[in-house]
Structures are given as structure tokens and as C-alpha cells.
């Protein structure tokens, strides 16, 4: 099975359709190497006019999700069943759930994740996370 095609498997277990313009932003993120959404959305745009850039940041969060690519990598996708997720830097996180169920959240993720999490049991207001410990 091909990059695209674990990709695109990886997303659908997450619950994400796939639709014509995501597997066309998948293509453009495996054929370029692109430093910014705002490159991709160019790069798309010139294919389909239709094309938001929302739809390309939301695409890129969920290929984000399942550990495809990394910002830190300047969206080089990696294959979504490599752990790289979890290196050393404790760039992100894995969570697994008691189905088997696997996501692979970026640092960015994580932190909304948590900073969302805590509003809403009303921890959190205005103030911005400096710092996350996990104490084993």
C-alpha cells in the first residue's frame, strides 16, 4: 500500500471523508515541498477556484491528527504507522483508547486538546498554558 493509500485509510478510521479536494490537497502535500497552508492553498487554487482555505487548514490539522505530518517537518508527510510521533523531543503525543482506537497528536493538538478540555471543567479562562509537567 502506497503513502497516499495509508493516508487516506488512516483518515477514514479517524472519521473523515474523503472527498475530491482532500485527496487532491493529499497529492499536492506528497508531490511539493510546501513551508505553509498558504503555499498549499496556491498550489490548489490553481486547480480548483472552489477551494477554501479553511478546507486546506482543516486538512492539514487532520493529517496532523493521525501523525501524517509534521509542521515541525515543514509538512513532509511520514507514514502514518511510524512512531515518530513519539520521539524524544516529547514532540505531541499518542492516546489509545480502550477499543484500540490510536491518535496521534502533534504539540499543537495536544495543547488545544488540553487548553479546551480545561475551559470547558472551568479551569481555564483568558490565561494562555506556559507549560504542561506529567509526572509519572
Not at 472519521?15 to 513551508?35: A, F, H, P, V, Y
Not at 495543547?111 to 490565561?127: A, F, H, P, S, W
Request: aromatic letters at 6%; hydrophobic letters at 30%; a positive charge.
Amino acid at each position: 500500500m502506497g503513502k497516499k493509500e495509508q493516508i487516506i485509510e488512516k483518515l477514514k478510521e479517524n472519521g473523515c471523508r474523503i472527498t475530491k479536494q482532500r485527496q487532491m490537497l493529499i497529492d499536492i502535500i506528497l508531490e511539493n515541498d510546501c513551508s505553509s497552508c498558504k503555499e498549499i492553498f496556491y498550489k490548489a487554487s490553481k486547480t480548483d477556484s472552489g477551494i477554501g482555505v479553511a478546507t486546506v487548514y482543516r486538512m492539514v490539522n487532520a493529517l496532523e491528527d493521525i501523525g501524517a505530518i509534521s509542521r515541525k517537518n515543514m509538512y513532509k508527510v511520514e507514514y502514518p504507522g511510524e512512531e515518530k510521533i513519539e520521539d524524544s523531543a516529547g514532540d505531541g503525543c499518542v492516546i489509545v483508547l480502550d477499543d484500540n482506537t490510536t491518535y496521534h497528536l502533534s504539540q499543537n493538538r495536544w495543547n488545544t486538546v488540553i487548553r479546551e478540555g480545561m475551559k470547558q471543567c472551568g479551569y481555564l479562562k483568558d490565561q494562555k498554558i506556559t507549560q504542561i509537567r506529567i509526572h509519572k
